[in-house]
């Protein structure tokens, strides 16, 4: 499709309103040529109405409101705190916890903290060289753990150091690579999800009839995955797997 710019579709939309064309009808129109460059029906709307009252000028006008605090230093700030206390948090949660909109945190996670998702976790949009040479690295270890807290805790080292079991940093920002992120807990979710728990012992069963019942060939699906995710992590240089 076309790359049309912001003021051509304004363009645009003042030809098509004075043919008499409603704001709906221009933006399928403009929908079949622009695809998801188009601007929303609210906005297209609002410059119809615009140019109903005599605006002739295709130049994005500023509008005079209350200042916008959504975004502001303090509150980017905040919103990164928060991401960075629980990686897992969705849009819904993280706008909850610092009293905006959700679409105020949709902009800020990805236009200021140019953030994503990767299996289900806040991580940079781009990788610094060096996170992605210590990926490379992390992708041709057999056995490693991630950065949980837990894993880093004294008794887990302890225990690690007392069998003789050599623990192999994880690589930051990438839940990609771990099997614990992109297979284990969405799969156990799915079967946990809408069941009651009335004491930590009952969730503990429950997981592990979980594990008894899930087949040993799904595990080794599993693993089988991290093997091609940590061989393509290789091919792109410690770029993320899942785009």
Not at 19 to 40: F, K, W, Y
Not at 45 to 69: A, H, I, Y
Not at 110 to 126: A, I, T
Not at 140 to 156: E, G, I, K, S
């Amino acid at each position: 499709m076309a790359t049309i710019s912001l003021q051509e579709q304004r363009i645009i939309i003042r030809f098509l309103h004075l043919r008499g064309a409603t704001p709906i009808v221009i933006h399928r129109q403009l929908s079949e040529a622009c695809g998801d460059g188009v601007m929303n029906v609210k906005n297209m709307r609002s410059w119809v109405r615009q140019f109903k009252e005599g605006l002739k000028s295709f130049d994005n006008e500023p509008k005079q409101s209350r200042p916008r605090t959504s975004r502001s230093d303090n509150m980017v700030e905040r919103v990164e705190k928060v991401v960075l206390e629980d990686r897992r948090l969705s849009v819904e949660n993280i706008a909850s916890k610092v009293s905006i909109s959700v679409g105020s945190v949709h902009r800020i996670l990805h236009e200021d903290l140019r953030m994503r998702k990767v299996s289900s976790r806040w991580v940079p949009r781009m990788l610094a060289d060096d996170h992605k040479a210590v990926r490379m690295t992390a992708a041709r270890v057999l056995f490693h753990q991630d950065n949980a807290l837990a894993h880093r805790a004294y008794t887990t080292q302890q225990f690690l150091h007392e069998n003789n079991l050599e623990m192999v940093s994880h690589a930051p920002y990438s839940p990609d690579l771990a099997p614990s992120d992109f297979w284990l807990f969405p799969t156990m979710k799915d079967t946990l999800r809408d069941r009651t728990f009335t004491s930590r012992a009952a969730i503990a069963s429950a997981i592990f009839q979980w594990s008894k019942q899930t087949p040993t060939e799904a595990f080794a699906a599993a693993m089988e995955s991290w093997r091609r995710r940590c061989e393509k992590c290789v091919r792109l240089q410690g770029d993320y797997v899942e785009k």
